[in-house]
């Protein structure tokens, strides 16, 4: 009896010993489980057109990363996120993806306003926001990199361009939220020092589609220039109109219309229109030709690729990048590698300034054509220090004027 209970104690014994070493191999083979990041971008509503190629953009970096190894043998995992044109409603997904899915880093949003939603949910929750758009500066926080254009490399070379070339006689046409209000702010002040007249000044809200009283009003203002800060499908609505108008050859200059959008909402049908961005497709030099060559084979020959879109992919490679040196994707850990990021895109270098999380950058302008390219009409030359608070007002001025714009938005 004593021999038969020692015997069925060493078979036990060996029974467990051998689910341990199945669990152990099952544990070093299986593969490691996905880095999940979180994807805000909206794919309905009146920044739809605008914002699903960023969608594709960001896959197309993420297989690239894949394809390279990933994340310390992990692969990363996209968890895509419809925000419906919603600021409110896209900061709400910010933090579910954030809570519930557990996203290592988000990337996304478009306007300001939807990038001012999600900035306090970021912090709260020590996350990190890569923002791919130019923007009207006024702003750094220390869980957002801002990979698109700060008002130094975008609104201030293309305002005083266009001043300089198209005429002084100048009409700012916007959408009704912060970005427009702050960015016609820096222009009102360049048209002050460079003798600039301000002959018409229109806000509308996103969406809008009703163009024809603010076109009636650029015809009897007869301004030489119109800048441009709509955003959104409302930009389709206004050039027909100002087609239909006659005011086909009528200097514009628009500063959120990317080349995706362009041909598609009949921008390259106004024969004097102007884009001021970092990245146009046309760029010289090998790194952006394999660039297009690989986004082409991707998603279609005939796709266009513009400023966000390349923003929106060097930002993921950036991430990856600053996780690989950190050996984790973990949040409070690539804050420690994200700012001596460095990377060639194919807009050019591009680095992480240390003091303020914005990208050094080339501006560049360019003319659009007939198939909604642009032909590059001006050029820094070199990347230029992001100054997101220009430097002749003092950061509590700048503050106090984005706030007196905030509060009175409805």
Known sequence: MKFNRLALAWRILLVILVIYALITWWRQSAPPPNIRIGVLHSLTGTMASSEKPLVD?????????????????????????????DATYCAQQAERLITEEKVSALFGCWTSACRKAVKPVVEKRSNLLFYPMQYEGMEISPNIIYTGAAPNQQIIPGVSWALEKLGKRVYLVGSDYVFPRMANIIIKDLLAAQGGVLTGERYLPLGESAMEAVVADIARQRPDVVLNTLNGDSNGHFFAALEKTGLNN??????????????????????????????????????????????????????????????????????VQAAREAGSAEPAKVQFTILRQTLTAPEGMVAIDRDNRHLWKTPRIGKVRPDGQFDIVWDAGQAQEPVPFPSYRSRDEWLQLLQSIEGAQP
Do not use: T
């Not at 297989?63 to 419809?82: C, F, S």
């Not at 959120?256 to 497709?281: I, N």
């Open 57 to 85: 953009a960001l896959q197309m970096a993420i297989e690239e990363a894949n394809a390279a190894g990933g994340i310390k043998g992990q692969k990363i995992e996209a968890v895509v996120v419809d925000c419906r044109s």
């Open 250 to 319: 009528l200097p514009l200059v628009s500063f959120s219309v990317g080349a995706s959008e362009m041909k598609d909402w009949g921008g390259s049908r106004l024969g004097q229109h102007y884009g001021v961005w970092s990245y146009f497709q046309f760029l010289p030099g090998e790194r952006n030709r394999r660039f297009v060559a690989a986004f082409q084979a991707r998603f279609g020959a005939d796709r266009i690729i513009s400023d966000p879109m390349e923003a929106a992919y060097i930002g993921l490679h950036l991430w």
